[in-house]
């Protein structure tokens, strides 16, 4: 690769750089390994945050709208779910791919789409729905026993 001099080219400033040497066409791997990872990043974000959620939200305030939260708590589990698949296929279906280019056939593709697209899907929903809880929380406002109703954010009309 670097072994002889018509293999190196001289730059503006004098200092000697490799020539670019033609690179072979990737036809056979139609999906890099930087895709795979960042992916692979996507999802292990959406799992962070869909468990860390799936553990406080029912500690909250939100709890006491029950069925919100409730169908909230019932898509991240979908969300973790979906995306665990989605990491887990993904590798063997890419590790297989690297010694035979004929396993990665339509529906491993579908699947894969199915499990990622519908992971993202139920995270963005959830998020909606627990967006929608708070927003409701704050504008209309449940007092607590003994607490006198307060308006967002503390806010306090002169009387």
Known sequence: MFGGVSEWMPSKCGTV??????R???LA???PLSIVTSYMNVAEVMVTLASAS???????RLSLYSHACAFALILLGLCVLYSVGFMALMTYFYE????DDQTYTPWK????HGLGFGALFCFALAYIVLAAGVANAVIYAIPFSGHPAAFPFNLQLPQ
């Open 17 to 22: 750089f490799p020539r670019p040497s033609p």
């Open 24 to 26: 072979p066409t990737l």
């Open 29 to 31: 791997n139609p999906c």
């Open 54 to 60: 799936l553990v406080f939200v029912p500690s909250s």
């Open 96 to 99: 297989r791919f690297l010694y």
């Open 109 to 112: 593709y579908g699947l894969l």
